[in-house]
């Protein structure tokens, strides 16, 4: 039994000294340089790559043909090689026409041209004005040329029925919409309402 207790007592003391020099040796006085471990480059391409961004920003401007604009979102991000553009989410958008008339626009995205006011909404976007509704994935608002250019799974809705095309583009001034198939082959779909 005092053979056991002497080989316990030998483990222990063993444990303890390894222990010991695993955790507690060494240069104690060695300074680790944390910032070694991370690439200046790579901190430098990150702060380069965003020069600003900006919570619930806010664009109102005109053209001058009498079209009004106000573009909301909840987040702006201005990046340095592309100073000109914004890029948004979560966008709502009016429009407001010389005639009085507002279109409403949303969108999960948007990249916003400070230059030429020129938008492209991105996911998701919802078109309304008056009783009429357009869904789709991709909005061009062309101001320089007052263009609207709605693209990818169109749907409109209205209170004389439905019409899926695969383009719709709206002319601003002249009020006129076309609608067309990118296959000449397929037809614009319309489901008119009793």
């Known amino acids: 039994m005092k053979k056991n207790k002497v080989i316990q007592f030998s483990l ?3 444990g303890i000294i390894l222990f010991f020099f695993t955790y507690y040796s060494g240069d104690k006085n060695k300074v680790v340089n944390i910032e070694e471990n991370i690439s200046t480059e790579d901190v430098n391409k990150s702060t380069e790559a965003t020069s600003s961004i900006i919570e619930n920003i806010n664009y109102v401007g005109t053209d001058n043909k009498g079209t009004f604009f106000d573009i909301n979102a909840a987040l702006s991000e201005v ?3 592309t100073p000109k553009l914004s890029n948004m989410k979560v966008v709502n958008a009016v429009i407001r026409m010389n005639n009085g008339k507002k279109i409403y626009i949303k969108s999960d995205y948007a990249i916003y041209d400070r230059s030429t006011n020129d938008t492209k909404f991105i996911g998701n976007v919802v078109i309304t004005e008056s009783n009429n509704k357009i869904t789709s994935d991709n ?4 101001l320089s040329e007052n263009l609207i250019k709605i693209f ?3 749907k409109y809705g209205g209170k004389k029925g439905i019409i899926i095309s695969d383009e719709v ?5 002249k009020n006129e ?3 067309f198939m990118k296959n000449s082959k397929d037809k614009v779909q319309v489901k008119y309402k009793n």
């Open 12 to 14: 222990v003391i063993v």
């Open 79 to 81: 990046y340095n090689d």
């Open 139 to 142: 909005l061009d608002l062309i």
């Open 152 to 154: 990818n799974n169109v």
């Open 169 to 173: 583009n709206i002319d601003i001034l």
């Open 177 to 179: 919409a076309i609608l």
